[in-house]
């Protein structure tokens, strides 16, 4: 049996958050989990996190916040342990009804088979416009 690679790994992660299955999506994460989304200040759905338990909480957070709409993967780029997804997403915030449409750059890196870095890049300006009423 051929052990799973890195960007095989990272992109199971995709379809457990489609399901909603957050518990079985956390468990591909390591114990120590290096976490990052830079976010405007008062977004709910980005909690401090750096652990599979973290994850699962951000996850579930996401779901009450967030209802994914598209989700488009352009390319995966993976280099040793390291994985860097290009795409575009769009969701809709659930508290305004307006849509978040962004490209995004993902870098997690995965060890020993677990995610230990998870690092999301996105258009924070989309976010915030589409989070705050103003």
Do not use: C, N
Not at 7 to 30: H, M, Y
Not at 48 to 64: C, P
Request: charged share 25%; glycine share 6%.
């Amino acid at each position: 049996m051929t052990a799973e690679s890195p960007a095989q790994t990272v992109q199971r992660l995709f379809p457990l958050l489609a399901e909603g299955k957050s518990a079985e999506a956390a468990a591909l994460f390591a114990d120590s989990v290096s976490f990052s989304i830079p976010h405007p200040p008062g977004i709910p759905w980005v909690p401090e996190v750096d652990s599979a338990d973290g994850m699962r909480t951000f996850f579930e957070l996401l779901q009450t916040h967030v209802q994914a709409k598209e989700f488009d993967l352009r390319q995966v780029i993976a280099e040793g342990d390291d994985v860097v997804l290009i795409g575009r997403m769009v969701s809709e915030v659930k508290k305004t009804g307006r849509d978040i449409d962004t490209a995004f750059a993902l870098h997690a890196t995965v060890r020993d088979g677990r995610i230990t870095r998870y690092h999301l890049y996105e258009d924070t300006y989309a976010v915030a416009k589409a989070y705050f009423d103003d």
